[in-house]
């Protein structure tokens, strides 16, 4: 995909703020939507054009509105945990409407930002704190290889904040979950957007020994 206009959503983010510059210099025109205007200098740093939008309280007919005119997606939003209704409501149930959002407004190519563990058969307990997040994950990535999208699930395991080394291990090369940084990660996700190989597959992968682009012309197929 060259020169296309690209939307993350989550702009502000740890992972968005090294994506942005990355998705510029490739040639991208470059949207970020967040929802705090005190980020807005922040994120027209990274080049990218600024757009603050809550997206937990825009239904689907008002987010397709921000997304029309870009051929690509990429959810990189989040609650943050610590309170289960915002995780839902964000993880959850913004994603989900941000995918029929992605159809009516044109933008076939979307880019879903997950975790190593997201499914179904996640296995959380239901007492423990991250239960909301791993619940409200797999739905979403469940749901989103149900539409008509491009998609493609990035499921990074524990994020870390050591410089970019450019090589992974993917899960069909026998990785468990482990660690990867967010470098890495905004690595992956616009070598995705680059190219068509890992539509329709997720992407499931830690720090490693192979060059992202090699690993990723492999893909991991869920």
Not at 62 to 74: C, P, T, Y
Not at 201 to 209: D, Q
Request: aromatic share 6%; no cysteine.
């Amino acid at each position: 995909m060259d020169n296309a206009r690209v939307l993350v959503v989550g702009g502000h983010g740890k992972v968005a703020l090294l994506l942005l510059p990355l998705l510029v210099e490739s040639g991208h025109r470059v949207t970020a939507v967040f929802r705090d205007p005190a980020h807005t200098d922040e994120v027209a740093e990274t080049g990218a054009d600024p757009v603050v939008a809550d997206v937990a309280r825009l239904d689907v007919e008002e987010l397709a509105k921000i997304f029309r005119g870009h051929d690509a997606i990429v959810w990189s939003a989040g609650a943050g945990g610590g309170d289960p209704a915002r995780t839902y409501a964000v993880d959850r149930d913004a994603a989900i409407r941000s995918m029929s959002a992605a159809s009516l407004a044109g933008a076939r190519r979307y880019v879903m930002v997950s975790y190593f563990g997201s499914q179904i058969d996640h296995g959380v307990p239901e007492d423990s704190g991250f239960f909301p997040y791993a619940e409200a994950k797999a739905a979403a990535d469940a749901h989103l290889a149900t539409t008509d999208l491009e998609w493609t699930v990035v499921a990074p395991s524990r994020l870390t904040s050591e410089p970019a080394g450019g090589r992974i291990e993917m899960a069909n090369q026998g990785a468990t979950s482990g660690s990867v940084s967010r470098a890495d990660v905004a690595a992956v996700v616009a070598h995705v957007l680059s190219g068509p190989a890992t539509i329709h597959r997720t992407i499931r992968f830690n720090s490693g020994a192979t060059p992202i682009a090699d690993a990723l012309s492999e893909g991991d197929l869920a």
